[in-house]
DNA sequence: TTGAAAGCGATACCAT
DNA sequence: ATGGTATCGCTTTCAA
């Protein structure tokens, strides 16, 4: 196995020093241009690349990215929003010679030290941070530690990085107004809990937006979870008819087919006596039959614009959120009108 | 925010040379036993760690492993395999100072730039190599990288690499027996291609324990993608009274959800009229209605195991296949006896 | 057993 | 515009 090329052997082909190579090779000023271009040559004729490990000794610098993730580990698969968003964040990482550093977490303690050895040991340069927490800790911790970071969503902490935005307001107004114009007058919504930022902010779109066609809300908090899903599905189906939601919007999609899959235990047919949605567009909700009424969505699309915003960032542009196409809604069999009774 | 102790900061207050202190630090021999106390004491003292850039500079070793993962982006969340073994992964890596450098992407060719760029800029050191193909270029081309590798299932070409196995013959001849003594005698599998090795050997042991048990195999390949599989249903359940089988048993769980969808779309009862099973344990497959049938699996165990061996064999250890706990049934709410005519 | 110094591959500063 | 040299944090000789 023939050693890598190093920048001295650049510097000796093309008769230079090395300072005059690294200098060429990162196309800083103070090089001749006919010099840069020839060191340039000499570089790829002889297949060299940085070291990132040497490089990162100087510069303070991993080229790389960390995604902490922490889920219950009986429950990690469940959830059909990463794969695709690690997918998007490779696409542009690739592209900018960076690799994505993934530690999977189960419990607060293992995540916050995954946190604090990622900064400390120099192995990343950033943080995305999905799954935001009212009042969530990692911003300050992030902050201390001096690295920098990317929400998804923004945090009703004070917070000095971007964020990542989708505006679910229309989407699921357009959820809501379907599912009346179906017919439905009492709507549920399957929420997360309020510690859970994004799922908050779904809960009090959907109440706003039922309201705002004149039908009545009813919201029962999970923590987003399947199993929670069944349950709270459990207890709506358990109302006395005359309360009894004739659709459930789920917060989630793993949380629709979870309650789905109990209304059909208890001989419910859907749609015909019970019409259901996600709220996070996903593929597996095309594979349940019936199929998932839900809103669209993109995770590799938030890959992209995550690892972009961040990796700007990370080389001195200032932060500056971004937005993405609103969420949509997806009609499939799952929605129908109430049943007449 | 203060600057990280050095392995200087170490010398000094232990009044030493730095050489010492990284002879102590690393348990090398050479170093006076009270002294080398006397290092490590103060080196927790002041809270020391090692940086990983500066060290992996001299030798040679990024503390990073390399998970290439090639998945059709549109089918990439459907896989309820990686979320847990990442998992299982992260608790061994974390546990001996490593990380995990994760590359998720959509062709072969970029899947080739991974494996060549990650071990070019030296940024892993080795790979855990999933999704055996025959014939499977990649252990080839890791080899002539120079770096490691861990391959989950044994690979059908010559390597140098050690293995993580795990027997699904005893759990595949309890399935089929179980089919059987329920009254199956059409029993259908719906696998993947031969060129995927896992799915080669899982449909030679189906088709062996079928005839075992004197009833009749029918295999309908297809590239493990719930599409296919849905498909592959409609293939099946299309034949003629007398062919079609009352049982199918899919490659994996998606597969499996996606067929039973077909199936109830057809008006079909799972099981009353068809009984369908999975072939890896998966969460969704207790979500969806009625709950799989199917294989256990622990993909966190798979995860653990891979992590420590492919570090041992980092570390220098001669390389030794592992073997997991055979696979076993979980008999759930998709399988019964077949309909009676 | 310990210290001193060279080197890993790159960047950055100070001369010229 | 270019060369020389110190430096990043650590490991590894080679002497003493």
Chains 1, 2 share one sequence.
Do not use: C
Request: no cysteine; aromatic share 4%.
């Amino acid at each position: 196995m023939a050693r890598r090329p190093t920048i001295v052997d650049v510097a000796r082909e093309a008769g230079v020093s090395k300072g005059l190579v690294s200098l060429a090779l990162n196309d800083r000023p103070g090089v001749n241009a006919g010099t840069r271009e020839r060191i340039q040559q000499i570089a790829t004729d002889i297949g060299w690349r940085p070291n990132p490990a040497a490089r990162g000794l100087t510069n303070r610098r991993a080229y790389a990215l960390g995604l902490v993730v922490r889920r219950d580990p009986r429950i990690i698969e469940t959830d059909p929003f990463f794969a695709a968003f690690i997918a998007g964040l490779e696409t542009v990482l690739s592209d900018r010679g960076q690799v994505l550093v993934l530690s999977l977490v189960a419990d607060q303690d293992a995540e916050e030290r995954a946190y604090r050895t990622l900064a400390a040991d120099a192995r990343v340069d950033g943080f995305i941070v999905t799954d935001l927490l009212a009042d969530d800790p990692r911003i300050d911790l992030i902050t201390t530690l001096g690295v920098q970071a990317v929400t998804l969503g923004q945090p009703d902490v004070p917070t000095s990085f971007p964020a990542v935005l989708r505006d679910y307001a229309p989407g699921i107004a357009e959820l809501v107004r379907y599912l009346v114009d179906l017919g439905h007058v009492r709507i549920a919504h399957v929420s997360g809990t309020d510690t859970m930022l994004h799922g908050h902010e779904r809960r009090q779109l959907f109440v706003h937006a039922v309201r705002g066609e004149g039908a009545e809300p009813l919201v029962v908090p999970t923590d987003f979870s399947p199993e929670q899903g069944a349950a709270a599905t459990t207890e709506l189906l358990d109302l006395p008819a005359h309360e009894r939601p004739t659709a459930i919007v789920y917060g989630n999609d793993p949380m629709a087919i979870a309650g789905m899959s109990v209304a059909q235990q208890r001989g419910l047919r859907i749609p015909d006596d019970l019409s259901v949605t996600g709220l996070d567009g996903s593929q597996i909700g095309r594979l349940v039959h019936p199929a998932l009424t839900t809103l669209d969505n993109d995770p590799a699309e938030w890959g992209r614009i995550v690892a972009s915003t961040l990796l700007d960032l990370v080389d001195g542009t200032a932060p500056v959120d971004r937005t993405l196409t609103p969420a949509g809604l997806i009609v499939r069999g799952s929605t129908g009108a109430p049943p007449t009774r």
